[in-house]
């Protein structure tokens, strides 16, 4: 048995289709992976170097630009013996994804960031690309002239997947906040606020990462997990205490997760979260 969801962040997202297609291309590439090596980091890994690679997406190659016009970007990745790795503020790498992968096997660091940890990409020598779209251009060029931009625009992904012998992995990676401060740093490296991982659960969130920093909500999720038993309730309970908590401006948010029934659950207060996912003998199925 294995299960394995994705998702490609929760906000508005103008287009659905092209949505659609790549949270489908990320389950079936992480989901390939889980049936060939049954790994779930390895698996979400993929997973998430597909959406890092697709220009839809806020994350790798799709970031959005800093207030600078830079691309800082954050990731992380954890599995159930709550082994972790992640980074932050890492530019020109090709997926940040891989680089926490590579961090989460040191046993001295799990959260490298800045010049110092693209530097190490480097001399581990993983790819190193020019993540620039011309789209993202435009659009940081026409938000910088309007005075009161979107204050948010978090199209985090991420992805959480479990294998046959029951252990968890989950990821996620992002661009941040357009117009971000130079040197923000949201909730996606954070373990408990941006990813959460344990024996029973996995969980990737997606949002405004200073809400989702103030209420921990990967890790409230399972708060609620813990005490219900079911992962459908703890999600949309600490979604609801989340958007009743904390201010308006900065609480939109989603969070997919898995447990270790193998049940897929997701939920948001944002207009769009798409996903894709699928467990062992099922079609894939997408919210979109
Ligand atoms: N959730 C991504 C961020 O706020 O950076």
Not at 173 to 188: C, E, P
Request: aromatic share 4%.
């Amino acid at each position: 048995m294995y299960s394995i969801i994705v998702h490609g962040g929760a906000g508005e997202h103008k287009n659905t289709k092209e949505a659609k297609k790549g949270v489908i291309r990320a389950v079936k590439k992480g989901e390939n992976t889980l049936k060939e090596c049954k790994n779930p980091i390895k698996s979400v890994e993929e997973s998430i170097k597909v959406l890092e690679e697709d220009i839809n997406f806020n994350a790798g190659r799709g970031s959005v630009l800093t207030k600078k016009g830079e691309i800082k970007m954050d990731a992380s990745i954890a599995n159930s013996k709550k082994e972790i790795g992640a980074v932050a503020n890492i530019t020109d790498i090709k997926h940040p994804i891989s680089l926490a992968k590579k961090i989460m096997k040191n046993k001295d660091h799990l959260l490298l960031g800045g010049k110092q940890a693209t530097k190490h990409a480097i001399e581990l020598g993983l790819e190193t690309s020019n993540p620039y779209t011309k789209k993202r251009i435009k659009e940081w060029q026409e938000k910088k002239e309007q005075k009161n931009p979107p204050y948010s625009l978090s199209d985090t992904v991420g992805a959480v997947a479990i294998n046959n012998k029951g252990k968890i992995a989950a990821g996620t990676s992002t661009g941040g906040k357009s117009l971000k401060q130079d040197g923000r740093i949201g909730d996606s490296p954070l373990f408990g606020a941006g990813t959460y991982v344990n024996k029973d659960i996995g969980a990737s969130a997606t949002g405004t990462g200073e809400g989702i920093i103030k209420s921990l909500l990967t890790s409230k999720v399972y708060e609620k997990y813990n005490k219900e038993k079911n992962l459908r309730k703890a999600i949309k309970k600490s979604i609801e205490e989340h958007t009743k908590h904390i201010s308006k401006k900065i609480n939109s948010c989603g969070v997919i997760a898995i447990d270790k029934k193998y049940n897929i659950s997701f939920n948001k207060n944002t207009t769009h979260l798409p996903v894709a996912y699928t467990k062992e003998g099922e079609e894939i199925s997408s919210n979109l």
